[in-house]
């Protein structure tokens, strides 16, 4: 499932100039830090597909099961004649079985949207098996792909919006109404939206969910820097940082660190930075929120959305929740 070749340098020179604008600024802050999208290049996409794997992580397992569960519930409540977009698509697994459910209905277009070619081409070849599913990938970020898939809207037709798997735990809190709040803005009303969100559950079980003995999680984290080597010809010697999952239970969240083993420098020469770290200095690399079931009808109220059900997972708290737009 790893690949032992990589490519050379899969960005175009667009994205790469944004990369080496996000790279100096997130590492020339008196807070380190780097943005949790960048891990998704083709390493680090084949890296999370192998976390969705190890028993220690079940947040896309629940997902799956929700969806499997709801699916036929689902298109019920939606009807026919339904365009679906999925923000943050991967591989497509997780949406395989709910996309069956949905084109029972009637066919329909789905366009999964991503900023990483290799998930979208494995995206591809996953629902090609799902019979009466047109695809239509859209290689962007999240909201610039929602407005190309939307374009493709006929008239009368209901666009369902994925939002799947627990991503929006990756935006701070205030970010994630933030971002709703646009997300609503690019839907007609009576739009829907349909969003997987991790629950809170005991800490010790998140840790090791984000920390997993086989380290895999830590090849996750460490590859950001490798990719910074590769893209931008960073000189980060990778046995010299550590990765550090850690809950934070007032803000109810899991961070990931990059911690500095020993003081050292780095060179980022396409980003135009020599950075200097402490001893025990980290890089915050991902924030990922836990929700409390409570939350989410009062989130929905904030971004524009009437909450018109929710189906969750017992054996890894998990909820997805089906969103009307007002
Ligand atoms: C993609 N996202 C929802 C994952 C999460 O759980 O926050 C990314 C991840 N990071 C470490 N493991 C998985």
Redesign the pocket.
């Known amino acids: 499932m790893i690949r032992a070749h990589v490519p050379a340098s899969p960005s175009c020179p667009a994205r790469l100039a944004e990369f080496a604008a996000d790279v100096h600024e997130g590492l020339c802050a008196p807070r380190k830090m780097l943005s949790?999208k960048y891990?998704y290049d083709a390493v680090g996409s084949a890296l999370?597909d192998a976390?969705?794997l190890l028993p220690e992580?079940g947040?896309l397992r629940a997902d799956d099961r929700v969806l499997r569960r709801a699916g036929p519930e689902i298109a019920a409540r939606l009807g026919p004649a339904t365009l679906v977009a999925e923000l943050?698509s991967?591989s497509g697994t997780k949406t395989r079985s709910l996309l069956a459910a949905l084109s029972g209905r009637g066919g329909l277009t789905y366009r999964p949207i991503d900023l990483s070619a290799a998930a979208l081409q494995r995206c591809r070849r996953e629902v090609a098996r799902v019979p009466g599913v047109r695809i239509a990938e859209v290689e962007a970020d999240f909201l610039p792909g929602l407005a190309v898939a939307g374009r493709e809207r006929h008239e009368g037709e209901r666009l369902l919006v994925l939002f799947l798997?627990?991503?929006l735990?990756?935006f701070e809190r205030p970010a994630a109404v933030g971002f709703l709040r646009e997300l609503r803005a690019a839907l007609l009303p009576g739009d829907a939206l349909l969003l997987g969100t991790?629950l809170v559950k005991e800490p010790d079980r998140l840790l090791l969910?984000?920390d997993d003995p086989a380290g895999v999680?830590a090849a996750?984290?460490l590859n950001l820097l490798a990719r910074i080597n590769r893209e931008l010809g960073g000189d980060f010697h990778l046995p010299a940082f550590a990765h550090e999952a850690r809950w934070d239970d007032g803000a109810r969240r899991?961070e990931?660190h990059l911690r500095a083993r020993e003081p050292q420098r780095v060179r980022v020469p396409a980003a135009g930075v020599v950075a200097a770290f402490e001893r025990g200095e980290t890089i915050w690399t991902?924030t990922?929120c836990k929700y409390e079931e409570d939350e989410l009808v009062a989130l929905a109220r904030a971004a524009g959305f009437r909450s018109e059900a929710r189906w969750t997972d017992g054996e890894w708290p998990f909820a997805e929740s089906l969103w009307i737009a007002d």
């Open positions: 949790p891990f999370f976390i969705c992580y947040v943050g991967g798997g627990g991503t735990g990756n991790d969910a984000y999680t996750f984290n899991i990931m991902e990922s």
